[in-house]
């Protein structure tokens, strides 16, 4: 079941440049930094109540961030993340809905989550993620 929006995803070209606008200019606090080798990007989170902001910088020509970039040069909101407690059965029930997916298979994201992507062709153009915190390692 999806309980929440976890996280907005915004594409920047710089972390460093646009970094000092959420503290400075909004007053958010950066709470880590890291980089998403599966995702080439190099991500910045802020809190906002219950919501995040995840910046993302493409670390490589070839990110799917660098591509973003390439069409919209200013930057601008890239993804929404929808956090859910089961990840597989939420992509099934997308599946089931006839939704494409990106992913298939869940893979690491920032943050220690497991996540997969929606493809924008079934979600009305707004490229939707799932997260999910992942299982503790035993
Ligand atoms: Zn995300």
Redesign the pocket.
Known sequence: MINKI??L?IAVKSLDEAIPYYEKALGLKCEHREEVPSQKVRTAFFHCGEVHI?L?EPTSPDSPIAKFLEKNPAGGIH?I?FGTDNITAQLKQATDAGVKLIHEVPFD??GGKL?AFLHPKSTFGVLT?F?TPKPAAH
């Open positions: 976890d996280h995803g995840e993302l993804h993340a994201g920032a996540v993620e997260c």
